[in-house]
């Protein structure tokens, strides 16, 4: 369900004083480089914690828990909490003030370079049954950051993050929907996206220039359709999206899928109008240009 977050001063001050105040002791300022930008607002926050539906039996990964002001919640509702976060003046702080923490575990590293699997392997057990990632992600990355985490196929049940309100609105849009891109089939095809808070650039500190949305992902377990090799799939969609406004053919004709006149003679036989544009396409539709150019490549 959509909540929209009206920001009063009133909200803000628990967050956005502990904010000032952690800067301030260990005199320190964002880096806009590392795409910081620090949640100061609480209902914001209680929001996040909400969608993300944690509790005493998850295992949360956290990527870029800055100075932990959503870190905090997370160790108080959940079984344990490993955050990765690239800047090591950070390490420092939430080390510093998580130490009483025995269900909190940080690693200084680019949350990209990171086996997660692995890491979600090795902490899953009988008392932590299921893993969820929280994050405010730095902007700066947000789609590597989330393309990694459908293709790396993780054993997790949700992702629950903050992102940029134009990325948001591609990320949950329906494939062939007026937002739609690559990414959106990609979403779509791995888990059920949905748009949780609509968030002003007000709730940060310091500001974002653009206003921010907190999206949940949740994770299928069976991807929403079936094709024999997933990797030319998605081959197909980045073709067809390589050149926007541009017609399926020549896309890919141009991704040399194979030659104009096969591609023309694929697509009336599989009833698109040569003339299609590739956003216009369904999930199901790219999964029967994938089954078709697999058979004929066998
Ligand atoms: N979670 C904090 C909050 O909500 O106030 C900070 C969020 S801030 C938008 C993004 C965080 O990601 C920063 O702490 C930044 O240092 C960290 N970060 C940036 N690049 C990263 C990377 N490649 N790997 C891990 N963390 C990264």
């Known amino acids: 369900m959509l909540k929209s977050v009206i920001i009063t001063k009133g909200d803000k001050m628990n967050a956005y004083t502990e904010t000032r105040d952690i800067l301030k002791k260990y005199n320190i300022t964002a880096n806009k480089r590392l795409g910081q930008n620090f949640l100061i607002d609480d209902e914001v926050i209680n929001g996040i914690i909400d969608a993300s539906n944690v509790n005493k039996s998850d295992l949360v990964i956290e990527i870029g828990p800055g100075l932990g002001t959503l870190t905090k919640r997370l160790l108080e509702n959940s079984g344990k909490v490993i955050c990765i976060e690239l800047d090591t003046r950070m390490i420092e702080i939430l080390n510093d003030r998580f130490k009483f923490y025995d269900n909190f575990e ?19 057990s009988e008392e932590l049954k299921t893993a969820k990632i929280v994050a405010n992600l730095p902007y700066y990355i947000t789609t590597p950051i989330v393309m990694k985490l459908l293709e790396d196929k993780l054993d997790i049940e949700s992702i629950t993050v903050m992102v940029q309100k134009e990325v948001a609105d591609r990320l949950v849009d329906v494939p062939g929907g007026k937002n739609s891109g690559a990414i959106t089939y990609g979403v779509n095809y791995y888990t059920r996206p949905e748009k949780v808070i609509e968030v002003p650039n007000t709730a940060f500190i310091p500001a974002p220039e653009v206003n921010s949305s907190v999206i949940k992902l949740n994770v299928l377990e069976k991807t929403s359709v079936e094709v024999e090799n997933e990797e030319l799939l998605f081959k197909i969609i980045k073709m067809a999206f390589m050149q926007k406004r541009k017609t399926l053919l020549n896309g890919l004709t141009n991704g040399n899928l194979a030659s104009k006149e096969e591609i023309e ?3 009336t036989s599989l009833g698109f109008d040569l003339r299609i544009r590739g956003e216009k396409l369904s999930l199901e539709d790219f999964a029967k240009i994938a089954e078709y150019v697999q058979k004929l490549t066998k």
Request: net charge neutral; charged share 35%.
């Open 106 to 124: 940080v690693i200084n590293e680019d949350v990209l370079k990171v086996d997660l699997n692995k890491l979600i392997n090795e902490n899953k």
């Open 265 to 267: 003679k694929m697509l």
